[in-house]
């Protein structure tokens, strides 16, 4: 009796924590600037976001002369989990700037559990992604560009634990290899997630991106039309809102603001996602 009782305590609390791990897996993809999540898709089901992100500023630093960007982004996100342990994503766009517009660059993952912390418990669930990025269409070098202009491979370590039903935490250390000139980049982040009811879910995440080289604006080398060569580092933080209707329907929305960083615009970003899941 004391036995059955056990296991459906146990059954009980992995339900729960499951269902706690499918509501964060479904705010981490409407996060407008994450790529990945420690937790992944259950297996055979696909979820499909679309996201659009506005962004402006008024200066990058540095720059002696004041230069008021803005952009548009429309993205769509697939993700699909393959197995217990396997999931893909994908990440394509199009976006307008105030002199530019084109295709974006288009991303494509896979991820591997490493750990499980429902089956190894005094071990955060644990995740290696990585991934190919593939230059998108549109003209480089100017400050209203809406990209980097270049091929690139990544790789990623990402760690989670849900702490009560109601919260858990994240976090990501990775590496970005890219052509045409641009600077490879170290990133890393860590957000805090909670979950209020089973329906409403808010996350605050600090990202951090540090470019391994590069131009600096005003030095040796640059020109004002080698933007997308500039050593450019950004620490951002990003707040998200998002609200489930249903298991397969749900709206984020998202603000964000650059907190600091070196040759960098110094944007404000706010988006809007609408997901579904199959």
């Not at 990501?172 to 600077?183: A, F, H, I, N």
């Not at 951002?236 to 650059?258: E, H, K, M, Q, T």
């Amino acid at each position: 009796m004391k036995h059955q009782l056990l296991n459906n305590v146990v059954k009980n609390k992995l339900v729960k924590n499951k269902l706690v791990i499918a509501t964060i897996t479904g705010l981490l993809s409407q996060g407008c600037l994450a790529e990945g999540s420690p937790w992944l898709a259950q297996p055979g089901l696909t979820s499909i976001s679309l996201t659009q992100v506005y962004q402006s500023s008024d200066e990058i630093k540095k720059l002696p002369v004041k230069v008021k960007l803005s952009q548009n982004t429309s993205w769509l996100s697939i993700n699909h989990g393959l197995s217990d342990d396997l999931a893909i994503d994908f990440k394509t766009g199009y976006a307008e700037s105030r002199e530019e517009s084109g295709l974006t660059d288009t991303s494509l993952g896979l991820s591997w559990r490493l750990a499980d912390e429902f089956i190894e418990d005094s071990l955060p669930t644990t995740t290696l992604r990585a991934g190919i990025i593939i230059d998108g269409d549109y003209d480089t070098g100017s400050p209203h560009a809406i990209g980097d202009g270049a091929n690139g491979v990544e790789v990623s370590l990402l760690a989670g634990k849900v702490l009560q039903s109601w919260m858990a935490v994240s976090a990501e250390l990775g590496y970005r290899k890219r052509t045409s000139g641009v600077p490879d980049d170290i990133f890393y982040s860590a957000g805090i997630h909670f979950l209020p009811t089973d329906s409403l879910s808010t996350s605050l995440s600090y990202r951090y991106t540090d470019a391994r080289d590069g131009l600096s604006v005003g030095g040796p080398g640059f020109d004002g039309t080698n933007f997308n060569r500039l050593e450019e580092d950004v620490e951002l933080l990003d707040f998200n809102i998002s609200y489930s209707f249903n298991p397969a329907l749900s709206l984020g929305l998202n603000a964000a603001r650059v907190a600091d960083g070196k040759n960098t615009a110094n944007n404000e970003v706010f988006a809007a996602t609408l997901g579904y899941s199959f």
